[in-house]
Structure formats: structure tokens, C-alpha cells
């Protein structure tokens, strides 16, 4: 029998609180905004709610800067509101996960106030401290040449005790030194146990594979040969005691609770990746990893858009899902996050003409795949990137602004270059993420009565939850039918085995799912001109079409048939 524990079975819903619902009108979304929408998420089909960062915070990464793991940032409401939503969603059958943020802290929280203040504090080692690296000419240097995601230099200097911190991210997110046993203890105290003795279900764990870094400190190789810091990952990505802490971390953590826990972990080998999440191994229960959502990036810089086919595609697809398969081990199944662009925009078709029916075939393609599948907010009405109009000034994120300032910086007055940066921006940039939920057609798009912090998208008059959610036709309605299939047939799309029929095929995707004598045949047309293709003995149980016509799949047009 297959092993059917609530984590592999669910669906999961990403709220990013700032621009998911504001009650109080004061332009950021807030704890009771998302209370208010929990009968629209059940009423969809959700089983977890993913809530991203609402922890106290500065706010220079979006919450995943953290000042205070026990304590609510003010703008998203009290910690009574946090209690509020625990239960609501408990109350709605629905469960609540956190996120867990714990390679840094913000350089705002208490643990890093201490640890700055002086060489002999006894918090000095619960951060990464460095002295200064002098050159030939006698000027004082960052430590290593390790460079930080958010651009430049992974290491910011402090007067105060004339040493560098590391950061792998922001200047205002100072890694955390996991060596450091007393360390580890304060983050499993504060970050994980508070939050579980108040009933959450589990963690989406960020950042999951950077926490333990190779050591002795030293330069990365060149990878990048004109750029001053170098991609560090070869020191700081599955690092050696990485395994170690995840194993703690279960023993002394997670293992006391019926916790659902899913890592950002982004990379690795098979291998590599199996011992995250071989139920044997004891770490975490599945992964997110990257290869669908990086399709299209430059791997030395994913701003820097590179071709890619439908034959990528289904590679990537192939192995987030098949890396787990013949062993104890579980996937996950998404397309968007708060860190990537629209899948839309990126996989279908964004144009009026197929915007419904393309995000019919990827909400189709999803719900048949093997593993925990993940939505982000927004994705069920189908929510496209922004304008390539936009300003870089309605850009409101720490990457894209670095990223632009950095380029800016060196080729100012280059304005083919600039508007290569913008062009970039508008396929890439996790802004496109990060708008206002899109709830109905008045002002701001029903998301709050004040002014939004970040610009809601031009496009909220044609695509809102309100013109879709009373008609049976519409992608959101789409969305409820699907992920009621998934679960009427979970031995076949969620646990089956996936085989791909046409692995050289440019414009379709047809794959078969099969479990002990059931099969399903899924065939999607990702292409905008007709395909023929050969007629088909089974029970068709889910299209996006009206009309049906035999062996002809018009653009876009998918079908769900059961074989046996
Ligand atoms: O992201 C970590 C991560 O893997 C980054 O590389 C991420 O893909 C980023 O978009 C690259 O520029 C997590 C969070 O999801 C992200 O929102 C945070 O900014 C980051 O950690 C730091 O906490």
C-alpha cells in the first residue's frame, strides 16, 4: 500500500503577507487580510497554507531579515492575530506552515547587536567575524573573494571592531555561525520549538543547503574570470556538516512534532539531494529544487535571460520528479514562488488570446505530477509578470535594485546596456512575484483601500479573483476542478510513476502516470498551432476546451485520459 501521510497528499498555498490582503488600508497586507480570504483558500482545495515571513523585521529582504523569531513585524498585525490564524485555519481542516529563516538573522537582532559589540562578547562566534585581508598596497580587503546573491562582496566591514561579517545575502543579513553548538540550541529554541508549542505544522526551511560553510574560510576559485567577487557556492552549497545539523535538527526538533517540513535546497546530484529527504535518513521530508524554475537563466547570472526548448522543459520536470523515484524519499511540484516571475509568462502564454487556456494546461500538467504540489498566491487566476514599461523605481526588491545599481554603477551612460538590464528585469525579477493579489476590478485592485506599497499591476481589471470566481469557465474554477481530480485519483497523480512518450517533441508534452494496473495519459499542446495526434482508447477525464474535435489538439489545448 502506498504510504499516504498528510504532507504528500496536500496542496499547498503560499501567502506572501505583504501584498496578499490589506484589512486596515494602510497599503501592506496584514494577518487579518489573509483570516479574511481562509474560506476563499479552503473553497479552492488547499490542505497547507505556506505563510512566508511575518516575523518581526527591518524589511530590507521582505521578512526573510529577521529581528525577532518570537515576535509579529507590526504592520502584519499582533502576535493575538498570529494566534487567530493558527486556529482559523485548524478550524477550516487546513494546515499552517512557517518559514524558517535561519542561515541569517537581520543585523537588527539582539544576537547580532551582541555579537558586534565587541571581540570578547560571548555571542562573537554565533555569527561569521573575519579580520580584514590587507593588499600589496597596504589597503584593507574583504576577507575572501566570495560574493554575496544579492551582488558584491559576501562581506561587510564593521569599524566598530575593525573585522568583516559574512553575508550571503543582504549587508543587513549576517550569516550565523553553525558551528557554533549554543548557536544551533538559541535557533531551534526560538525559531522552531516557540512556533511548534503553538500548533504550527511545519516549516518550509530556507535556504536549507548553505548553512554549514567550508572551512578553513578561504577564495573560491575563479569562475567568473572579469567579475571582482566570485560565485561562492562551491564552499558554502552541501557543505560538509550540512547533513549533521539537518539530522540535529530532526532529532531534537522536528521528530517531536507531526511536522510537514519542505527545504529550499535549489541544486544538487541525485545523490546529493536523496540524503535531504531519504525518509531513512532523517532530515527533512521533501525539497524544492530548482531546474523547472532556473529554465531560461544564465547560470553565472540568472538576470541574463538564455533560450530554452519544451525538450528542457521536460527534462527539468523529469528530474524534480523522478530523483526520489525507487527509493523512501518524496518531491515537491511547483512553477512560481515569491522568487520567480509568472509561470504564465514564462511557460504558457500570457497573451489575451491564450492567457486562460495556457494556464489551464500548466495547472493540468501540475495536478498530474508526482509529488507535494505547492501554489503561490495569485497563480490560480493566473497572475502574469508586469509591464516591460515599468520604471526601475516601481521595482521594489533588494536584488533587482542591487542588481541594477551594480550595472548602473559601471556602464551608466550605456544605454543599450541599461536597456538590456531592464529587459532583463522584466523577464526575471521577483518583483513580478511580489504585486498585489489581484481581488477584484475597483481601485488597487480590492487589495487595500490606501496606496499600496508596490504598484499593483496594470492588468487587475482583466484578471481579478471577483470576475472569476462565479464562472465555471474561468481559470480559478479550473484550478478548484483539478485539484479535486488529484485527490479523486491520488495513486495515479500524486504516487504514479511518470513516463515521458515524446521526449524529442518540441510543441507537445505527453506523459503517462501509472500506478500497479491504473494508467492516465496526460497530453499538452505548449505550442500555438494545431497537433494531430494518434486517436486515443480511454475515458477523457479532463480538457480545457469546449469542444473536443478527435485527434486535433488546438493550440494549447491539453487532455487528461484514464487507459485502464
Ligand atoms: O532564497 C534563497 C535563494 O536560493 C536565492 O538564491 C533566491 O533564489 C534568490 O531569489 C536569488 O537571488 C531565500 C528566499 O526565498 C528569498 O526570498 C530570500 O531573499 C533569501 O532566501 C534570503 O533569505
Redesign the pocket.
Given at each position: 500500500a502506498l504510504d499516504q501521510k498528510w504532507w504528500k497528499n496536500a496542496t499547498v498555498y503560499q501567502i506572501w503577507p505583504a501584498s496578499y490582503k490589506d484589512s486596515n488600508g494602510d497599503g501592506v497586507g496584514d494577518i487579518p487580510g489573509i483570516i479574511s480570504t481562509l474560506d476563499y483558500v479552503k473553497d479552492l482545495g488547499v490542505d497547507v497554507v505556506w505563510l512566508s515571513p511575518m516575523f518581526d523585521s527591518p524589511q530590507d529582504?521582505?521578512g526573510?531579515?529577521i529581528s525577532n523569531y518570537e515576535g509579529i513585524y507590526p504592520k502584519y498585525g499582533t502576535m493575538t492575530d498570529m494566534d487567530n490564524l493558527i486556529e482559523e485555519t485548524h478550524k477550516r481542516g487546513m494546515k499552517l506552515i512557517l518559514d524558517l529563516?535561519i542561515?541569517?538573522t537581520s543585523n537588527e537582532h539582539d544576537w547580532f547587536k551582541e555579537s558586534r559589540s565587541s571581540k570578547t562578547n560571548p555571542k562573537r562566534d554565533w555569527y561569521i567575524w573575519r579580520p580584514p585581508r590587507i593588499d600589496e598596497n597596504g589597503n584593507r580587503q574583504p576577507p575572501t573573494n566570495w560574493k554575496s546573491?544579492?551582488s558584491g562582496s559576501a562581506w561587510a566591514y564593521d569599524e566598530l571592531t575593525d573585522e568583516y561579517y559574512l553575508h550571503l545575502?543582504a549587508k543587513s543579513?549576517p550569516d550565523l555561525n553553525w558551528e557554533n553548538p549554543e548557536t544551533r540550541e538559541a535557533i531551534y529554541k526560538s525559531a522552531m520549538k516557540f512556533w511548534f508549542d503553538k500548533g504550527i505544522n511545519g516549516f518550509r526551511i530556507?535556504?536549507a543547503g548553505l548553512y554549514s560553510k567550508t572551512y578553513p574560510i578561504r577564495d573560491v576559485p575563479i569562475i567568473v574570470p572579469d567579475q571582482e567577487f566570485q560565485p561562492a557556492e562551491v564552499y558554502t552549497h552541501n557543505g560538509p556538516r550540512i547533513h549533521e545539523f539537518h539530522k540535529e535538527m530532526f532529532s531534537k526538533v522536528t521528530s517531536n512534532y507531526d511536522a510537514m517540513t519542505v527545504g529550499?535546497v535549489?541544486s544538487g546530484s541525485r545523490e546529493e539531494s536523496l540524503k535531504y529527504v531519504s525518509a531513512k535518513e532523517k532530515e527533512m521530508n521533501m525539497i524544492f529544487l530548482?531546474d523547472v524554475v532556473l529554465l531560461g537563466a544564465q547560470p553565472t547570472d540568472?538576470y541574463r535571460p538564455k533560450k530554452f526548448t519544451l525538450v528542457d522543459f521536460k527534462d527539468a520536470v523529469k528530474r524534480q520528479c523522478e530523483f526520489v523515484s525507487g527509493t523512501d524519499a518524496w518531491s515537491t511540484v511547483f512553477l512560481e514562488?515569491?522568487?520567480l516571475p509568472r509561470s504564465i509568462t514564462r511557460f504558457g502564454n500570457a497573451s489575451k488570446k491564450y492567457h486562460d487556456k495556457s494556464g489551464k494546461l500548466l495547472a493540468m500538467m501540475e495536478a498530474a505530477l508526482t509529488g507535494t504540489l505547492f501554489i503561490y498566491q495569485g497563480q490560480e487566476i493566473g497572475m502574469t509578470n508586469f509591464s516591460r514599461d515599468w520604471d526601475i523605481s516601481d521595482y521594489q526588491d533588494i536584488?533587482s535594485k542591487n542588481y541594477y545599481k551594480q550595472i548602473k554603477e559601471k556602464n551608466g551612460n550605456d544605454k543599450k546596456k541599461m536597456q538590456q538590464v531592464m529587459d532583463n528585469l522584466a523577464l526575471r525579477a521577483?518583483d513580478h512575484a511580489r504585486t498585489p493579489v489581484q481581488w477584484d476590478d475597483s481601485a488597487n485592485a480590492g487589495f487595500s483601500t490606501g496606496k499600496p506599497w508596490m504598484r499593483v499591476n496594470d492588468n487587475y481589471k482583466e484578471i481579478n479573483v471577483k470576475s472569476q470566481v462565479n464562472d465555471p469557465n474561468s481559470l480559478l474554477s479550473f484550478y478548484k476542478q483539478v485539484l479535486k481530480l488529484r485527490q479523486a485519483y491520488k495513486n495515479l497523480f500524486i504516487h504514479g510513476d511518470f513516463e515521458i512518450l515524446d521526449h524529442e517533441n518540441k510543441d507537445m508534452f505527453t506523459f503517462t502516470k501509472t500506478h500497479e494496473d491504473k494508467k492516465a495519459l496526460v497530453v499538452l499542446n505548449f505550442s500555438e498551432t494545431n497537433q494531430t495526434i494518434q486517436s486515443i482508447e480511454g475515458e477523457m477525464i479532463l480538457s480545457n476546451v469546449d469542444q473536443v474535435n478527435g485527434s486535433t489538439l488546438s493550440p494549447y489545448e491539453g487532455r487528461i485520459y484514464l487507459l485502464q
Open positions: 529582504d521582505m526573510y531579515d529563516v542561515n541569517h546573491h544579492f545575502f543579513q530556507d535556504t529550499e535549489g530548482f540568472r514562488n515569491h522568487d536584488d521577483r
